[in-house]
């Protein structure tokens, strides 16, 4: 079935420092991808999406392209800051379906 | 425009009880589907409800059960629980069924001893 892997946090940067998450997809079709961030104590937000291929998704200083010949949508930010700290899931939905599969999530401590 | 609401925010219940999870969804939206959050873990799909009929479920037992009504606001019922039943229960809406950008609420945390 379709499923979804990223990166094992904790991951710990300082201020300013670039962000990479790693996330890789297994799904058949075309997946619309996602990624979701959960802010402490707060339900998950939609931070960014693309649903084809090479299709960049940005927000807030975020991005991810769908890279469908490496199953990839790694998460990228050139300059973090700690206001990002949070937890970062990854998330496909398969066209068709309405379900979304998520990754396990991974943790961001960024420090000052 | 008012976003995915949830209560309770949280609850403690004992092994074997029963539970109502509430949902109310964004304004305009007519789907809602529900979620479970393992402690560490990513959100699992447990079902999701269309025009107050169930419209897919993922692996999850019969105990698990819910309704929609008229006004697209959703429960979550859960019989008989169990320890493994302690997590957080989020509630997604969305325009459509089809339309897989979903809107999350804040959950609700519930315990079971």
């Known amino acids: 079935g379709d499923s979804v892997t990223q990166m094992e946090g904790p991951v710990t940067l300082s201020e300013e420092a670039f962000l990479t998450i790693n996330c890789t997809y297994t799904?058949?079709?075309?997946?619309?991808l996602f990624w979701y961030v959960q802010y402490p104590g707060e339900g998950l937000q939609l931070l960014l999406k693309?649903?084809?291929?090479?299709d960049k998704g940005s927000n807030k200083g975020f991005e991810a392209t769908y890279r469908k010949e490496t199953t990839s949508f790694h998460l990228e930010k050139g300059s973090v800051q700690v206001s990002d700290s949070a937890v970062y899931f990854c998330?496909?939905?398969?066209?068709?379906?309405?379900?979304?599969?998520f990754g396990k999530g991974t943790r961001l401590h960024i420090l000052p | 425009e008012t976003g995915v609401t949830q209560s309770p925010t949280h609850l403690i219940k004992t092994r074997g009880q029963q539970v109502t999870l509430r949902c109310s969804s964004q304004?305009?939206?007519?789907?809602v589907s529900w979620y479970q959050q393992a402690l560490g873990q990513g959100p699992q799909f447990i079902f999701q409800?269309?025009?107050?009929?169930?419209?897919g479920r993922g692996n999850f037992p019969p105990r698990f059960s819910g309704l929609q009504f008229p006004n697209y606001s959703s429960e979550l019922n859960v019989n008989a629980l169990e320890l493994d039943d302690s997590a957080l229960y989020l509630c997604?809406?969305?325009?459509?069924?089809?339309?897989?950008?979903?809107?999350f609420g804040p959950g609700t945390r519930l315990t079971v001893l």
């Open positions: 997604a809406s969305s325009l459509f069924t089809g339309h897989n950008e979903q809107f």
């Open positions: 799904a058949t079709g075309y997946p619309s």
């Open positions: 693309a649903t084809k291929a090479d």
């Open positions: 998330a496909l939905s398969s066209r068709g379906d309405d379900k979304i599969i």
């Open positions: 304004s305009g939206h007519n789907t």
């Open positions: 409800y269309y025009r107050e009929e169930e419209n």
